[in-house]
C-alpha cells in the first residue's frame, strides 16, 4: 500500500519560514517525480514545485527564489523549504509522486498571518 505523508505545516508569521517533509512508503521514489502542490479554500489545486527523478526541479512562478524542493531517496523523503512566506501562501499542501500511477498524500495545512 502506497502511502504520502507530509508533515510540517503549521502557522507562520508573514516573512518567516517553514519546512515540510513528504514521508513516502509501498513505493521506491527514486524512480518517482516528486511534487509539492497547494489548494487554497475556494481555489484550485496547482503546482508548488516539482523534482524529477533525476533531480531536474521546476517552481511555480509564484515560489521561485523563495521555496526550494529536494529529495532524499534513501530516506524515502521529499521536502519542501519555503522562506519568506506570504499571506497568499496559505493552503493545504500535498505531497505527490507520479511514475505511471499518480499518488496523493492527505495534506498539511500552511497558514500565513499577517
Known amino acids: 500500500q502506497v502511502q504520502l505523508v507530509e508533515s510540517g505545516g503549521g502557522l507562520v508569521q508573514s516573512g518567516g519560514s517553514l519546512s515540510l517533509s513528504c514521508a513516502a512508503s509501498g513505493i521506491i521514489i527514486d524512480t518517482h517525480d516528486m511534487a509539492w502542490y497547494r489548494q487554497a479554500p475556494g481555489k484550485q489545486r496547482e503546482l508548488v514545485a516539482v523534482i524529477s527523478s533525476g533531480g531536474s526541479t521546476h517552481y511555480a512562478d509564484s515560489v521561485k527564489g523563495r521555496f526550494t524542493i529536494s529529495r532524499d531517496n534513501a530516506k524515502k523523503k521529499v521536502y519542501l523549504q519555503m522562506s519568506s512566506l506570504k499571506p497568499e501562501d496559505t493552503a493545504a499542501y500535498y505531497c505527490?509522486?507520479?511514475?505511471?500511477?499518480?499518488?496523493w498524500g492527505q495534506g498539511t495545512q500552511v497558514t500565513v498571518s499577517s
Open positions: 505527490h509522486a507520479e511514475r505511471l500511477v499518480n499518488y
